[in-house]
């Protein structure tokens, strides 16, 4: 049965915040805060955190520079998952990422069409892996970002959660790559 496993130590994670917006600051950036809110009560580390531009090359740029850093073992991204024109957060992610977790967009428009409808079909919600380092990226509303945490990665990024979390995974994420 899944769940936390409370006879399971837990391991906090380094995570990494980004918002991507034309218009939000430190200050405005509801989205981003509820996603470093979370992740710090639940016991994980704020590694960094950013606002940037909806803007491919600068997307990219920073996922780089992200995912490069020792001190940092996931990302979570905000915003730019939609289907307007500046929305790039998606073909950023296809830059960076070796590999997809394709289930995660799909868990996220599920659990998104049990609130909102069939306007969960608007979000290009994703995740992937790079270099040992995993990335999310999640729509740009506070709801959303509130669904992803308290659904989907609450328990993924619990080293507790059984049957298996992505927590346990790290160590193994560059298995067979050349060092």
């Given at each position: 049965?899944?769940?936390?496993?409370?006879?399971?130590k837990?391991?906090?994670v380094?995570?990494?915040?980004?918002?991507?917006?034309?218009?939000?600051?430190?200050?405005?950036?509801?989205?981003?805060?509820?996603?470093?809110?979370?992740?710090?009560?639940?016991?994980?580390?704020?590694?960094?955190?950013?606002?940037i531009?909806?803007?491919v090359?600068?997307?990219?740029?920073l996922?780089?520079?992200?995912?490069?850093?020792?001190?940092?073992?996931v990302?979570?991204?905000?915003?730019?998952?939609?289907v307007?024109?500046?929305?790039?957060?998606?073909?950023?992610?296809?830059?960076?990422?070796?590999?997809?977790?394709?289930?995660?967009?799909?868990?996220?428009?599920?659990?998104?069409?049990?609130?909102?409808?069939?306007?969960?079909?608007?979000?290009?919600?994703?995740?992937?892996?790079?270099?040992?380092?995993?990335?999310?990226?999640?729509?740009?509303?506070?709801?959303?970002?509130?669904?992803?945490?308290?659904?989907?990665?609450?328990?993924?990024?619990?080293?507790?959660?059984?049957?298996?979390?992505?927590?346990?995974?790290?160590?193994?994420?560059?298995?067979?790559?050349?060092?």
């Amino acid at each position: 049965m899944a769940g936390i496993d409370e006879s399971r130590k837990f391991i906090a994670v380094r995570i990494a915040i980004v918002t991507m917006s034309d218009t939000r600051t430190l200050e405005t950036d509801t989205s981003g805060q509820v996603l470093v809110d979370r992740l710090t009560q639940a016991g994980h580390a704020l590694a960094r955190r950013h606002i940037i531009k909806d803007d491919v090359q600068g997307i990219v740029s920073l996922l780089n520079e992200l995912i490069g850093d020792p001190m940092v073992d996931v990302i979570i991204t905000t915003g730019g998952t939609g289907v307007t024109g500046r929305d790039s957060t998606p073909e950023a992610f296809d830059q960076v990422c070796e590999k997809k977790v394709e289930g995660f967009g799909e868990l996220f428009r599920m659990l998104s069409y049990q609130k909102v409808g069939t306007s969960a079909l608007q979000s290009r919600a994703t995740a992937g892996v790079a270099k040992g380092t995993y990335l999310f990226a999640v729509p740009g509303s506070p709801g959303a970002c509130k669904d992803a945490w308290d659904d989907i990665l609450r328990y993924q990024l619990d080293a507790r959660h059984r049957p298996c979390n992505f927590v346990e995974l790290i160590p193994r994420l560059n298995e067979g790559k050349p060092t």
